[in-house]
């Protein structure tokens, strides 16, 4: 019997000129790929919610899906899904009801059964989101008892161009591995993660290892304070987010890669001509238990 990731890779190569998408549907129980029940879990989550800030919004929709893995990063079960929704004691807006497909009949009297998604969330030896700096602090403020766990990212953490994926959006990395789903809702988008994480590269090796050979190491935190306005563009070009709460750009290295960042900022951002207001940037260590809050 074929597994969905051989599914896939043959809807790939059906034709050189058209790409066969099949409905992504992830059952409960063996997966057909490995050897035995992996011995290690992970749990992959997804969230809606009624805005971009978790200080004034609410969670309207919760799902979680535990997987079981191997040594060699491969899936070879998965566990039930769950999913939940929350009324968020308001109306949604117009926008919210049209992104998440959810209306307000949908959430009447609904909440989220805290201590199951507590219990899931700590039964399991990391958690993934598909971008995980968004998912993350919705998460914790709604469940401060689950702070503190390791955190990895789909989204950031594995090289889908490397892989030959075009663009990181959940959706479309799951159209070119193959399959289709019904996109932005939480249970459905848990599902794309968990199967593009059963992605292979020409070396067998699946997204989900390398995913936890990147996301186990301990990086680099670096915020570029008292960068003068003038050098915005060549900071964001480099791949530096700006924090509006902090009023400061900032970007995350790994080791390797850190002096060849510091070089580069003392040359371009905190060199004379370029008007810096500080000596240099702010720069700490982030472990898998504090990246991406």
């Not at 549907?25 to 809606?48: I, M, N, Q």
């Not at 909440?111 to 998604?117: F, G, K, P, Y």
């Amino acid at each position: 019997m074929k597994t969905q990731s051989e599914i896939g890779d043959e809807a790939i190569k059906d034709s050189a000129s058209a790409l066969v998408l099949r409905p992504l549907k992830l059952e409960a129980g063996p997966t057909g790929d490995g050897v035995g029940r992996g011995k290690f879990v992970g749990v992959a989550v997804d969230v809606e919610t009624t805005s971009l800030n978790s200080k004034t919004g609410r969670i309207i929709e919760f799902a979680c899906r535990r997987f079981r893995y191997d040594g060699a990063g491969v899936i070879t079960d998965i566990d039930e899904a769950f999913e939940w929704r929350e009324d968020p004691g308001e109306p949604l807006t117009p926008e919210v009801a049209m992104l998440t497909g959810l209306t307000d009949d949908d959430l009447v009297g609904c909440e989220i059964d805290d201590d199951t998604v507590k219990r899931l969330l700590c039964s399991a030896s990391f958690v993934v989101a598909h971008n995980s700096i968004f998912d993350r602090t919705w998460v914790e403020d709604r469940f401060p008892e689950v702070r503190d766990l390791p955190w990895t990212c789909s989204m950031s953490q594995i090289d889908w161009k490397a892989r030959g994926f075009d663009g990181k959006v959940l959706g479309y990395l799951l159209m070119q591995s193959g399959f289709f789903h019904s996109g932005h809702r939480a249970s459905a988008d848990v599902d794309a993660l968990i199967q593009l994480l059963r992605h292979r590269r020409d070396d067998d090796c699946t997204g989900l290892a390398e995913l936890i050979e990147r996301g186990s190491q301990t990086s680099w935190l670096i915020r570029a304070r008292g960068a003068d306005f003038g050098v915005k563009h060549l900071l964001k070009d480099r791949g530096y987010r700006w924090s509006g709460d902090d009023k400061v750009w900032w970007r995350e290295v790994d080791d390797a890669r850190l002096v060849e960042e510091q070089f580069w900022l003392a040359s371009y951002v905190y060199a004379v001509e370029a008007n810096p207001t500080a000596l240099g940037p702010v720069i700490k260590r982030i472990t898998p238990r504090e990246r991406f809050r």
